[in-house]
């Protein structure tokens, strides 16, 4: 059974950094587009990142790009998600994905996904 395993959320005061990381239980990680979403209880769930599976095409939403940087280690089967300039209204749950059917470009749609992290906190304080 595949296994995406956040870690990384935490409290930091806005202006701060966090860095999410996602493991994947196995090594077709590599050959997965991945993404990450987040997501307000009662809304639909959001993009934020998305690369592909050799990293060389990344996608960011407008409300992250410049702040945020997607990456991943494929000799690790791991993506992360640096967050810098956090702002309180990046506050809420975030969730890493991986599509296995998509290699060399990446989804921003939450539909296109496979298999999900079981999703991280950030609270970003004023």
């Known amino acids: 059974q595949v296994q995406l395993v956040e870690s990384g959320g935490g409290l930091v005061q806005a202006g701060g950094s966090l860095r999410l990381s996602c493991a994947d239980s196995?090594?077709?990680?590599?050959?997965?587009?991945m993404a990450w979403f987040r997501q307000n209880p009662g809304k639909e769930r959001e993009f934020v990142a998305a690369?592909?599976?050799?990293?060389?095409?990344?996608y960011y939403a407008d409300s992250v790009k410049g702040r945020f940087i997607i990456s991943r280690d494929n000799t690790k089967n791991t993506g992360n998600l640096q967050m810098n300039g956090l702002k309180p209204e990046d506050t809420t749950v975030y969730y890493c994905?991986?599509?296995?059917?998509?290699?060399?470009?990446?989804?921003?749609?939450?539909?296109?996904?496979?298999?999900w992290g079981q999703g991280t906190q950030v609270t970003v304080s004023t």
């Open positions: 994905a991986v599509d296995r059917s998509r290699m060399a470009t990446a989804s921003r749609d939450y539909r296109g996904y496979d298999y």
């Open positions: 690369m592909s599976a050799s990293g060389g095409v990344t």
């Open positions: 196995e090594s077709a990680f590599s050959r997965s587009a």
